[in-house]
């Protein structure tokens, strides 16, 4: 908090405004500048703030000395340690969010090798190769950089710059369990956190979603959806389909995929938002998709095939793609059999309405014409009158179209025990949450009964009725328009954050407040206070790493020499 008021202090002396050459998505802090103290009186109060919260803490933690505070019983505390400490062992979200999976870690390894890494798909590098390879393209992208400036605005450059003298780590190779399939099988992830390669990819994400809307098809979300097929008339003999792509980021060629988007910019270049640098965005992007460079325990590898795994930008970059491709060879050809069509990256939804008297624009030929470009193919649905789309059931009913929320057969329902150490706000804004999502996309009957299943589920992850009941009771209120959520309106400028670790048994927000109140409030000009708290350590935190860490000698490269 010191920080932040300190900085928004020496904005106000010095003339700046604090949104001058900044961009959200694009900010990062620059970690060699403080700002200098402010007025004496100020830094006088900031004093007292922190003494006086420091007593309150320490008061706190001495009238709690010798209390057990822990969450977890002794059985469960000794299950962690051992777990944790397993050496033949490594724990893992599962995919689709079916809860965590311990695997024999020997298992495990094999498996990624010979599903994934022993294949076509990547090239194993060694450790020297890797490294120098890394080197050469970080003084590639930075060259890049340098000779391009005048073609980047001052916010992005700050952000370069800023980049470039973090720490970076290479990429990291693990795999979620896919528990739901038999036999189980591994989902390939890279997490690219803090990696070189993540500053651009970053900075191609946020340019390319300023393209987003010139895919015809692109959709942000269900509630759009919704919105767009009530606007819509249907004429007889409509149907309604879906269509799924296999494995999409793997089956965009690279070379295809840049074409593509390059070919995309020409097609759209008066349409492009102001001073677009289009070639330097292709230059980037390729650096970008053909040098996925990651580890998989000590072990260095390459990828070969498909769109770069993990890269930040992989989801706009899949939907501008194929997007380009429906924008020249799908929608326009079909234009008078597809009332309606859509796709929310690799999962489309169309209204088909057939047509006789148009030869070779039958259904099978629009099939064919969605599975026409490069290898990448699409598991299709037959037009009827119901399909599933994100998380919606959507049904003709002769002229009109219904909704009603889709949820797995799988799905676990894992919400947040009463024991987990979360601000009661994370339970409230999960029910008010849903209970808006399901007005929103349901008739009455069907709220109600999803309602009542939502609070069951609630009640058999331990969570008191009588605790949930006046959460529901307020959730309703917002819904029927009674009364209304508060809403953060405030401009962040005249708004003071005080970040705080959350614990059930630590100083409460209205205790932070108030000692806010008692010192800095009057010396600050700032029309409103939140105390953003932040969680503690949590369970998956403490059992599960991105990375591979092997003990006793062991290492991935043995696999490999004794041929798994």
């Given amino acids: 908090m010191a920080y932040d008021i300190r900085t928004k202090y020496y904005l106000e002396q010095h003339g ?16 060699y500048w403080n700002p200098p103290p402010a007025s004496i009186s100020i830094e ?3 004093t007292q ?27 469960q505390s000794k299950a962690l340690y051992s777990l944790k400490n397993d050496k033949e062992t490594i724990i893992k979200p599962t995919d689709k969010n079916l809860g965590p999976a311990v695997l024999d870690l020997d298992k495990y390894i ?25 080197d ?53 992830v890279v997490s690219n956190t803090n990696s070189f390669l993540a500053i651009f990819s970053v900075w191609l994400d946020h340019k390319m979603k300023s393209l987003l809307p010139l895919i015809r098809s692109y959709v942000k979300n269900s509630t759009t959806i919704i919105q767009e097929l009530k606007e819509l008339t249907l004429p007889e003999g409509a149907k309604i389909f879906s269509a799924d792509a296999t494995s999409m980021y793997t089956n965009i060629d690279v070379n295809l995929g840049i074409a593509t988007i390059e070919d995309f910019l020409q097609n759209n270049e008066k349409d492009l938002p102001q001073q677009f640098p289009s070639r330097l965005f292709l230059d980037i992007l390729r650096e970008v998709m053909c040098n996925n460079i990651f580890t998989f325990g000590e072990t260095y590898w390459l990828q070969l095939q498909g769109t770069a795994m993990g890269t930040p930008s992989a989801c706009a970059y899949a939907t501008l793609t194929y997007g380009h491709y429906e924008n020249t060879s799908i929608i326009p050809i079909f234009r008078n059999q597809l009332l309606y069509y859509r796709r929310y990256i690799d999962d489309v939804l169309g209204i088909w309405i057939p047509q006789e008297e148009s ?17 990448l193919k699409w598991t299709i649905e037959e037009p009827s009158t119901h399909t599933t789309f994100l998380d919606l059931n959507i049904d003709i009913n002769g002229s009109s179209i219904t909704f009603s929320t889709f949820q797995k057969p799988l799905n676990l329902y894992l919400y947040l025990p009463p024991l987990s150490a979360h601000p009661p706000g994370c339970l409230k804004g999960l029910i008010i949450g849903e209970l808006k999502r399901y007005w929103l996309q349901n008739t009455t009957e069907n709220f109600e009964d999803l309602v009542s299943k939502f609070l069951k589920r609630l009640v058999a992850r331990g969570h008191p009725i009588e605790k949930l009941s006046p959460i529901f009771n307020q959730a309703a209120l917002i819904l029927d328009g ?9 401009n962040n400028d005249r708004t003071i954050f005080i970040h705080w670790t959350y614990h059930p048994n630590g100083l409460k927000s209205n205790q932070i407040k108030g000692i806010y109140n008692q010192t800095l409030q009057p010396q600050l000009n700032y029309d409103k206070t939140i105390v953003a708290v932040s969680r503690p350590q949590n369970l998956k935190d403490a059992l599960t790493r991105a990375a591979l860490t092997l003990q006793n000698g062991k290492t991935v490269q043995s696999f490999i020499d004794n041929s798994i």
Wanted: charged share 25%.
């Fill in 16 to 31: 700046i405004a604090s949104n001058v050459a900044y961009i959200k998505e694009l900010y990062v802090k620059n970690k």
């Fill in 44 to 46: 006088d109060k900031l």
């Fill in 49 to 75: 703030f922190e003494k006086l919260l420091k007593q309150s803490y320490n008061k706190l933690q001495e009238n709690l000395k010798g209390k057990n505070l822990s969450n977890l019983t002794k059985l």
């Fill in 110 to 134: 094999k498996q990624i090798l010979l599903e994934h890494l022993l294949t076509n798909d990547y090239k194993q590098l060694t450790k020297e190769k890797a490294l120098q390879k890394m």
């Fill in 136 to 188: 050469n393209i970080k003084i590639a992208l930075k060259n890049m950089i340098a000779n391009n400036h005048g073609l980047l605005t001052k916010a992005e450059l700050i952000y370069f710059q800023r980049s470039f003298q973090l720490q970076h780590r290479l990429p990291v190779f693990y795999g979620l369990p896919k528990v739901h399939k038999d036999p189980v099988s591994l989902r390939p």
């Fill in 359 to 375: 030869p070779g624009l039958t259904w099978t030929d629009f099939k064919n014409r969605l599975n026409n470009w490069g290898v």
């Fill in 482 to 490: 009674t009364s209304k959520r508060n809403s953060d309106s405030t």
